[in-house]
């Protein structure tokens, strides 16, 4: 079956350690994406990626980095700058550069650093 | 800037109809699309229009007016698994997805 998979479900990690979540994809999408969701908020972009070792900057960077050196994968990691990373993280997939451009969405990871 | 505006919340009956608007200012305009999401769980696509006009598919209807930035989600004979989040978002002139923070839509007996 075709898919995203994210790993862990849920995370915990204590303040100033970095953390990295995991991103598979299976669709043989070009693009991949990463949000950020808090509680009663919608999603806010991280970082999207339209080509392997190629990735941009989106609305809510700091803190985070990320890689593409497969087209599956796009792992994201929380780094100890990011003042706030607990919350709800979704990584998703698409066609990239047309003009319908559903994404697809893992089931996400919930980051709680204590 | 860009922009989409979506109610934060809104209560229906079961077995009702509710609708769920959004309106856009947005670079470009590639098609909005329309997501269901559960808490804790992942988005799921619901609709897409790039048309104006109206698009039914079983009890969810999607409408769309280019010219007045505008759109909505119409859900018929609501059903207490229907009580989720509904998320609109519109494919910028770069094929961006911009989101609204969603509307959280209870359902009540």
């Given at each position: 079956?075709?898919?995203?998979?994210?790993?862990?479900?849920?995370?915990?990690?204590?303040?100033?350690?970095?953390?990295?979540?995991?991103?598979?994809?299976?669709?043989?999408?070009?693009?991949?994406?990463?949000?950020?969701?808090?509680?009663?908020?919608?999603?806010?972009?991280?970082?999207?990626?339209?080509?392997?070792?190629?990735?941009?900057?989106?609305?809510?960077?700091?803190?985070?980095?990320?890689?593409?050196?497969?087209?599956?994968?796009?792992?994201?990691?929380?780094?100890?700058?990011?003042?706030?990373?607990?919350?709800?993280?979704?990584?998703?997939?698409?066609?990239?550069?047309?003009?319908?451009?559903?994404?697809?969405?893992?089931?996400?990871?919930?980051?709680t650093v204590l | 800037g860009q922009n989409i505006d979506q109610p934060t919340e809104m209560t229906a009956t079961e077995g009702a109809i509710v609708q769920i608007n959004c309106t856009y200012q947005t670079s470009g305009f590639n098609g909005l699309f329309w997501y269901q999401q559960h808490a804790g769980e992942a988005p799921t696509f619901l609709s897409y229009n790039v048309l104006d006009g109206l698009e039914e598919k079983g009890r969810f209807s999607s409408f769309l007016s280019r010219s007045k930035g505008y759109s909505y989600l119409l859900l018929k004979e609501l059903q207490m698994k229907d009580s989720a989040s509904y998320l609109c978002a519109v494919s910028d002139s770069n094929y961006q997805l911009i989101w609204g923070a969603g509307t959280k839509l209870i359902i009540k007996p």
């Open positions: 079956d075709g898919g995203i998979t994210q790993s862990p479900k849920y995370l915990f990690r204590k303040e100033g350690q970095n953390v990295t979540l995991s991103c598979e994809q299976n669709l043989n999408h070009d693009a991949m994406y990463w949000y950020r969701q808090d509680p009663g908020q919608g999603l806010r972009l991280i970082y999207y990626s339209q080509i392997v070792n190629d990735f941009q900057k989106g609305d809510i960077a700091e803190g985070y980095s990320v890689s593409r050196e497969k087209k599956e994968s796009f792992p994201l990691t929380v780094t100890s700058a990011q003042k706030n990373p607990t919350a709800f993280y979704l990584c998703a997939s698409g066609e990239a550069g047309e003009a319908y451009n559903e994404q697809f969405f893992g089931p996400g990871t919930r980051l | -």
